[in-house]
């Protein structure tokens, strides 16, 4: 399909792509590269060192499979090309980009060359780097209290990635473990927000679902407060020897004083 209209007097294809804020690559039928804008030469200049270059001149001639890690599989992708193709690469470990491939045709559809664009989202990556980390360090330390009898303290800033990975593990340790009951302690929090009750309640109801009972500790009352026109089912106690204490009478146990 062509495109439609006039281009302005004096305004031409080169002209349009050096004033694109984007890095812009052409490369020739052969996969190697003619023409940078200046935000390519820009750009790839602090990644020159990598590849052991010097200046961006040298990268004119290169292969378009020069920055792919599997050149091989790079070129087979070029060849059988015939629509618009995105991924992520990564050059060295200094920069992100969201490559975008598109081959340019003749109307008869002889190709004539690729216009490569790379679009950095190297902050965006750091940014998902980093959020993988708060992951990781507010990783969900389950306890084993004794037998059938597991405990989870929630800490920190609760979100949805972090409310899945709390939900995923307590229910894969639950069924492991073949817990009865689960302790969610709520004593490290200050007050329960909205994110904080939404998913220790997706978990509560998915722990009925199972059969495990779930005992909700550590309540302060303030927290207690801003529990009561709330609509969670919760059976709840202000300190975990009540919890214990309730589990106990459940268990027809009783703790023995020592002699």
Excluded at 33 to 54: C, D, F, G, H, K
Excluded at 119 to 146: H, M, R, V, Y
């Amino acid at each position: 399909m062509n495109g439609i209209g006039r281009l302005p007097q004096k305004l031409n294809g080169h002209l349009i792509l050096e004033n694109i804020q984007e890095t812009m690559i052409i490369a020739d039928k052969k996969h190697r590269v003619q023409w940078m804008n200046a935000r390519a030469i820009e750009t790839l200049q602090a990644v020159l060192p990598i590849y052991q270059l010097s200046h961006t001149e040298e990268l004119i001639g290169k292969h378009m499979d020069f920055f792919h890690s599997n050149s091989e599989e790079a070129k087979k992708l070029l060849t059988s090309l015939h629509t618009t193709y995105r991924t992520r690469i990564t050059i060295g470990t200094q920069y992100v980009a969201e490559a975008v491939i598109h081959p340019i045709d003749t109307k008869d559809g002889e190709r004539y060359g690729y216009l490569l664009m790379l679009l950095d989202f190297t902050d965006q990556a750091e940014a998902e780097l980093e959020k993988e980390q708060l992951i990781e360090d507010l990783s969900t330390p389950l306890l084993k209290i004794w037998d059938e009898v597991l405990a989870v303290p929630i800490t920190g800033k609760m979100n949805i990635e972090r409310g899945k990975k709390l939900t995923e593990t307590v229910l894969e340790a639950v069924v492991k473990e073949q817990a009865r009951y689960l302790l969610i302690d709520l004593s490290s929090l200050h007050s329960l927000d909205e994110e904080h009750g939404y998913y220790i309640n997706t978990l509560h109801n998915a722990l009925r679902l199972i059969g495990t009972t779930c005992l909700i500790v550590g309540l302060s009352s303030k927290m207690a407060l801003s529990l009561v026109d709330s609509q969670f089912n919760w059976r709840t106690f202000s300190t975990v020897q009540q919890s214990i204490s309730y589990i106990l009478e459940k268990k027809n146990c009783r703790i023995a004083p020592i002699s």
